[in-house]
């Protein structure tokens, strides 16, 4: 029987050949690589704007081969929503962290989803502040270890962890709000889905879209990049449950 | 069993995490602990040539180091669309 | 167009739809309300986009955010709004993209109140954000001035890629004068090169405030202080007023300076030589010719609503050729035509040298004032 | 005239900063400079409500004044507030509905007007306004009333256009008890 | 107790412990989140308010109600989180309470980057928050003078119901240097009058900085232009080395006045008299000594880590007695010995009058310098 | 038989004797005595730090007999924070409006909650913005005319109303948050039962606590003080339903 | 029916509002036309005798302007604590 | 010695900033004043992490050099940034395990050590900075064998006071391996 060599996997076109400064085995790097793969397939390369966050993924710009802005920390969806209401024929994201998105940003990203702001947000939860060397975020579990939480997250002192996903979902001007997991390939694949759905969500005008992603930082849990998959899933989801809090029906036919 | 896959690793780009050695169903990926990247990386590499072409590796590296191709008979040889 | 009785704020919001502004984001405040308020009746009808933001932070990086496409976008707020607004005004200034940003100026520090003030210029002139940046700042003194400096705003903004502030006081923003709107201007179909706009047969734009190696944050930085270079040699405003053979010179803008000019009237009829220098741009500041006059009267006096922020520009210029006197009046209050007339005779009749810091009279006499007997 | 300033104050509701307008209007439209000027805010709830008109031939300076040439006060607390201020020689008008006493200072021009009443009796109780206004024209004619009929038909409000005959009637009224009363 | 090496941001929170701080609130940002961190460690050992903020907004605002217990409270924080704290700053500067920030700058505008800096000099010295308000600001040059600075601060803010800037670069809150730690302070059990404790036996205590009356916030701003007045009397300090017999004097504070020193040592040794004048009060400015120096002196050099801004107030000084020339480094870049060393020597060699604004000639040097051939 | 005089009801006296600048018939009045009534039921006058907000409120500290503080628009919630963590023993409360609380202030009454501070919060839902002169506030229903929202406030272009009990009950440090109204005497009773609900749980540390007050702005709803009644509970109780919406179950056996 | 409530509104307080006139249930209260208070509203007072003290009036007053009082049986003549 | 400048530069991980750490502490208990600055800033992830230290008898003015006097280069990129910059008569030590070439400058001293392998060799890769810092010790003892030992001793985290000998290995065989190579 005679063959042909078909590709199965190739470097998507939206990332620019850029090396990233992401540490080895950080998740950051999945989640470029599914918002990538989706604008590909669905043709938005040239219409696309992204809004890079304060955070790890501040340089995301160098590695998406499409026009970014870089936004003040935790402003990125006021930056969108300036961005989408002179420009509502491009296609708009913002890509954020959990300090950028849940702690000093925690206004805009409310406001953008209750005004039903047409733009989609990805939203790295990875317990941790990244670039600034590991200090708790919002969303550090109870009892974690942090730079800023040296003896375990002390709910007492500290608080709880903040669950973005409910909490976007109790607002009327959400059209897609769900939680997905990076730890191995069958959810990679299901986040791939959701990132495809946001998008979908924008491009027909059913308002607010957040998926938010469950993301490794090895580097400043102090682990090893397998060893942090782990940690996402026998940690973070039982905390974080994984998800559908709010999907507009209209998505509810769409096969992606 | 004939070769039915097998993956290229982009220098460039892999960091030496092993993320994709552990994710590989078939068990045929090792971090290359002879060779260092440019950057310094110990990079990925295949060791066995049993690669089905499941692309699970590509769906787990977070730098999107690997290519992945597969033989087809040639009754569905149109190239996927990428 | 005929001239229409029209109100400071809503005046402004309309000249800014003259010139073309695609983007409003604003957050209510007074006494700038009125400005957000004709923006929201204006601009959904003209299909150009007005958001009232969830607070001034949001609402300077909304407008962070719009400019970066191109379009021309605004916001206006009063004091307390504007310190808010620090950080995004200082992150657009360092991204280099072309921002009108107006202030009606209100009394402080904190809460303080909504009476008119020029308590904001060491905010604004001097760049209250963190970093090395350069804002351009117009001080309109009549409703008519102020929406032609919003047309300018926009013109000197995109020409420099900058920060552009126009900065009046609550008296500006809520005061009737007769005035001439311009006609529409239309708006441009081309963006501009470094926009954002979907990198559709181009490479992509990226529009970013850090350069993480000071190296090139340094190139950068050198790259705004030579384009504020350019705008301190072409773009100084300033208006003149009685100054040919005035002994004295008060130097005011604004209000102020409006408030002084009927002063120079009266003082004028009594036969005193006092002539007045309004700086229009206060960044840049009028330094040559302000140099010149100093050179020419006998006395500077400068009057400002504030405790005598301008009054350091003036010293640092002046360079001790002749005394200078002040006085202000802060918290929200107007210095009223008669007060100043005062203070014109005192200045004209005095010929003592002034001593050390320029306030220290002024604020014994102030005190005298105020405590006794008030307002 | 070179520049005259004009006060009118009162409760808020009473229509003095409309009344200003008026004023403003009928002044720009006559080719006078002019500035209006609102006490405003409603962060400023309660007291008073006024506004400040300029009138002028020439280039005005400063919106305010200390002391107002003219002085319409359709309450107690700004025949209180103005009394004292105003420019020797200036016109005092007063509501005398509303203000139970009487003008103090002699160096002034003032007129006892029962505003409120002569609205009412003419059926619409919001023209005290006008009625004082009325009197103004008569008193201090830098703008006649010929002038401010004018300026109010072609600035009120198209919602109001309806109220005109008798806004003509409050103002008449107004001018009407000016002239009888002479001033004192 | 003996000298330990100490890393500055460490150090200087370790020095606000033993100063009693009672309250600390913050959010990460480097070069100054160690301060922080050390917080974090330390404060609920000791039974001490720590609270890391989701915003410096945020922050300043817990330090605001804290501070109006009466206790001693404060932030650090960085360029950007300095901007987003100038509207609270400006209310307690409004509300008269004693506060202590700390700002390890780094290099701006915007996101910049996160090398040292002395760009916020305008926001931190001419109050970079709306209204009429006057910081107290400290630049100490060492991590022992930083350490001390801090305790210094608490009891400014304290004397004078003050905000109280500790400001200093990243190279002082990254760098370790041998210094010495004060024992703890006791915190002190009472309250002071003012502060809001639960009104049990006593009229209640109302802190505010609203003054709906603009009367009354002009009172009130006399007030704190009068106290401003007492510390101008009482507070200004400055260091001086080698001015003795200079005949050039360096103005510098913070990191590039201690590397002016070392220049100064290296141009001494070459015969050339050349001396420090470095400001510890950046406000008050330590203006009647560097009156007196530049009626000493033939030639003024100042060194900044930015375009320039301290060269103002000393150009006010100055009033045009004596040539005043200008280096700095922007945008993250500290200068080194050796760079300064040649602008002692271009000085030296160099009688010709300087024209217009100093920093013309230093922009085209600069640019040929990091132009052709970079760092 | 002999009858003496029993009284009904006085004035508090945690309140003032200061006349209020709040319009006739606005329920900033009613909401004011009901918390001054609670505090005086507890004996906690002398122990209470009131942080008043920017907004028609801001003057709260005039009319309330006890320690008060002024915060900046929308930072009461932090300001509040700031005092009760270096004075635990005091008994701290915020009043605010949604303006200050739902709009400029999202990131510090989320934080606030999220960390379970042990604060009360009263949170006056007008759905305008009263002292600035009627703005749309992020409560305005739908449909309803603001000075910035001239046509009616559309939903497409300005968002959906904000529902702050329902957001705040999602955050696991909340230990009371409640949606009442002040319409009627009934509802006004059952208001002031939430009030006191609210300190209790204060008192005995359970978290942050809300009472979300349906509250009347009949200036700038443009309608009389009694219409206004009526617009609270046929126009707004729909949107916003009253309720419990999260309540500690160690609250459960307190009777109030 | 006899006298068992009364109430008193503060012309300091009162701002003419209404509010418990339209509430009372027994009717009894009105705004007073003729009588301006010194801040210039129209108070609220009591019209008729047959209040019952039943104190909704006082939860309805935002402006804490009425003291509302009831005749008791001596038995339980005990001060209500307030 | 009136002022000495060392860097000690390499890759994150390699230990540079505690080396000079070691040396700081040294010097301070020693009577000498020192500095030391990192390059800093989790926000530069990836490239070189590298220290300066700064050694003297009198105060320090900047803890920054451009051309220092003595430079531990512990990888390929700090060897090709430093060799330029270095003062003449400057001492380079190489890490020869990880730097495949050779020092052209003539003006200073090189030593070239394979400081990793060395290490590898007493058991603990991890510590190829200690080998360099006895190198220098050897090369420009302005701090001693002994005082390093001691310092090391003085100040090693009590969670790693367990390798302190192994350490002090390290520290002897760099010694020595700079005594018996002699200086380039
Ligand atoms: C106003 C301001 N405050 C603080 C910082 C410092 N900072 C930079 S990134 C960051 C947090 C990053 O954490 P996260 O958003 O979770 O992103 P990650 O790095 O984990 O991907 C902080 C606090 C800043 N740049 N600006
Ligand atoms: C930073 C800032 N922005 C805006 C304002 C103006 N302002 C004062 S109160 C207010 C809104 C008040 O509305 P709300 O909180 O609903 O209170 P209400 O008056 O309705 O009780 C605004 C926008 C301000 N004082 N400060
Ligand atoms: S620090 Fe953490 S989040 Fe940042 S790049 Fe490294 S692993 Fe990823
Ligand atoms: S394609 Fe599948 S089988 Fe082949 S290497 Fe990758 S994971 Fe392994
Ligand atoms: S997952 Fe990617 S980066 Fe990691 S080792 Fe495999 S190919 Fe390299
Ligand atoms: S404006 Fe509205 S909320 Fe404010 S006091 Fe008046 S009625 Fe009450
Ligand atoms: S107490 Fe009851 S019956 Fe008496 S007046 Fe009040 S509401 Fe009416
Ligand atoms: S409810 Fe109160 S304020 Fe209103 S009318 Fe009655 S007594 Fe007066
Ligand atoms: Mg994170
Ligand atoms: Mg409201």
Redesign the interface.
């Known amino acids: 029987m005679n063959t042909t060599t078909q590709v199965v996997y190739e470097r998507p076109e939206s990332l620019t050949g850029t090396h990233t400064h992401y540490c080895p085995g950080c998740t950051h790097g999945t989640a470029h690589r599914l918002i990538a793969e989706v604008i590909d397939e669905m043709g938005l ?5 992204g ?2 966050p304060v955070g790890c993924s ?2 995301a ?2 590695y ?9 920390h935790g ?1 990125a969806p ?6 989408k ?3 509502p024929e ?2 708009v994201f913002t890509y954020q962290g959990d300090g950028d998105l849940a702690s000093i940003g925690m ?2 990203i ?2 953008a989803s209750a ?1 039903g702001e047409n733009i989609t947000v990805i939203f790295i939860n990875n317990a941790i502040y990244g670039m600034t060397g590991g200090q708790m975020a919002p969303t550090t579990l109870p009892g974690m270890k942090t730079t800023s939480s040296p003896y375990g997250r002390d709910v007492e002192l500290a608080g709880f962890p903040i669950k973005m996903a409910e909490l976007l979902s109790v607002m009327d001007g959400s059209g897609y709000i769900v939680r997905r997991s990076l730890h191995d390939a069958k959810h990679i694949r299901q986040a791939k889905k959701a990132v495809r759905l946001a998008f979908e969500t924008q491009q027909r005008g059913l308002g607010f879209s957040m998926v938010e992603l469950l993301s490794s930082c090895p580097t400043n849990w102090g682990i090893s990049p397998q060893e942090a998959l782990g940690f996402i899933s026998e940690r973070m989801i039982p905390v974080f449950p994984l998800g559908d809090y709010k999907v507009n029906p209209e998505l509810k036919s769409i096969r992606v | 069993m004939p070769i039915n896959g097998w993956i290229e690793v982009d220098d460039h780009h892999c960091k030496g995490c092993g993320l994709c050695v552990e994710a590989c169903p078939q068990d045929v990926l090792e971090l290359n602990m002879e060779r260092l990247t440019p950057r310094g990386y110990h990079p990925a590499q295949m060791i066995e040539e049993t690669c089905s072409g499941c692309g699970i590796c590509a769906v787990v590296c977070p730098d999107a180091a690997i290519s992945v191709y597969r033989e087809k008979p040639q009754r569905q040889a149109k190239r996927a669309r990428r | 167009m005929a ?1 229409e ?1 029209l109100k400071g704020n809503e005046a402004f919001a309309e000249a800014a739809i003259r010139a073309g502004v ?2 409003f ?1 604003g ?5 700038s ?1 009125e400005f ?2 004709h923006m ?2 204006r601009m ?1 009808k003209l299909g150009r ?11 300077i ?9 191109g ?1 021309r ?1 605004m916001t206006a707020s009063s ?2 709004g ?3 607004m ?3 005004i ?6 280099e993209i072309p921002v009108v940003v107006v202030n009606v ?1 209100r ?9 008119p ?1 020029q ?2 210029y ?2 604004m002139v ?8 350069f804002p351009i700042v117009l001080a309109p003194a009549s409703v008519q001035e102020a929406i032609d400096s919003i047309a300018l705003a926009f013109d000197l903004a995109e020409k420099y890629r900058s920060v552009v502030h126009v900065i009046v006081d ?2 500006m923003g ?5 005035a001439e709107l311009p006609p529409m201007r239309e708006i441009p179909t081309e963006s501009p090169p470094w926009a ?6 181009r490479n ?19 790259r ?3 384009r504020w ?1 350019e705008v301190e040699k072409n773009e100084v405003r300033y208006e003149e007023y009685e100054l040919e053979d005035a002994k004295i010179a008060i130097v005011a803008f604004g ?1 102020s300076a ?8 009266d003082a004028r009829e009594e036969g005193i030589k006092v002539g007045l220098f309004r700086p229009v741009t206060l960044a840049p500041y009028p330094q040559k010719r302000l140099d010149e006059i100093a050179q020419q009267v006998e006395r500077i006096l400068v009057i400002e609503m ?2 005598g ?1 301008m009054l ?1 520009d003036v ?2 210029v002046v ?3 002749v005394p200078i006197e002040f006085y202000g ?6 210095p ?4 100043i007339l005062e203070e014109i005779r005192r200045v004209a009749a005095n010929e003592d040298e002034v001593e050390g810091d320029p ?2 009279e002024w ?1 014994t006499r ?2 005298k004032k ?2 006794g007997g ?2 | 005239m070179k520049e005259t300033s004009i006060i009118i104050s009162g409760f808020g509701g009473q229509g003095t900063l409309f009344a200003g ?1 008026v004023l ?2 009928t002044a ?1 439209d006559n080719g006078l ?6 006490s ?5 709830r309660g007291g008073t409500a006024h506004c400040t008109v300029i009138v002028s031939e020439e ?9 107002p040439d003219i002085v319409l006060a359709l309450n107690l607390p700004s025949v209180d507030k103005y009394e004292t201020l105003m420019s020797s020689r200036g016109t005092l008008i007063a509501n005398s509905s509303l203000v139970n006493r009487e003008i103090e200072r002699g160096d002034i021009t003032s007129l006892l007007i029962p505003a409120n009443k002569i609205a009412e009796e003419i059926g619409m109780s919001r023209l005290a306004n006008m009625i004082m206004v009325g009197a103004m024209t008569k008193l201090r004619p830098i703008l006649t009333l010929e002038m401010v009929k004018t300026g109010l038909e072609e ?1 009120i409000p198209e919602r109001h256009r309806k109220t005109l005959p008798i806004n003509f009637e409050a103002i008449d009224k107004g001018y009407a008890f000016a002239e009888e009363a002479g001033a004192s």
Chains 1, 6 share one sequence.
């Not at chain 3, 957050?27 to 006494?31: E, F, Q, R, V």
């Not at chain 3, 990086?61 to 496409?69: D, F, H, L």
């Open positions: 390369r040239e219409n696309s704007i809004v890079a501040v340089f710009y160098n998406f081969n499409m026009d970014f802005v870089e936004a003040a402003r006021a930056m969108a929503t300036g961005i209401r002179v420009s491009n296609t206004a805009e409310m406001h005004r | 001239k009785l695609e983007g984001f957050y209510p405040i007074t006494p309300t957000l308020e929201a009746r959904p986009a007005f958001v009232q933001a969830e607070s001034e932070v949001a609402a990086n909304m407008v962070y955010g719009a400019a970066c496409t379009k976008v004091s307390p504007l310190s808010l620090m950080e995004g200082s992150y657009i200034a360092g991204t100026m009394g402080g520090p904190g809460l303080g109140n909504i009476a003030s308590g904001d060491y905010q001097k760049g209250g954000g963190h970093g090395d940046y609550g008296n809520q005061m009737m004068e007769p954002v706009t979907g990198a559709k047969g992509p734009n990226i529009l970013t405030s850090i350069y993480i190696d000071p190296v090139d944050e340094e190139v950068t930085d050198l705004l202080l030579k270079k209000t409006r408030v002084a000019s009927s002063a120079i009237h504030n405790s922020m350091d010293q640092r360079q001790g050729r009046r802060m918290g929200g209050i107007t009223l035509p008669g007060e306030r220290n604020m102030l005190e105020i405590m008030g307002e | 307008q403003a209007y720009m400079e002019v500035t209006w000027i609102p405003y805010g409603p962060e400023m280039r005005i300076g400063s919106p305010l004044v200390g002391s600035h």
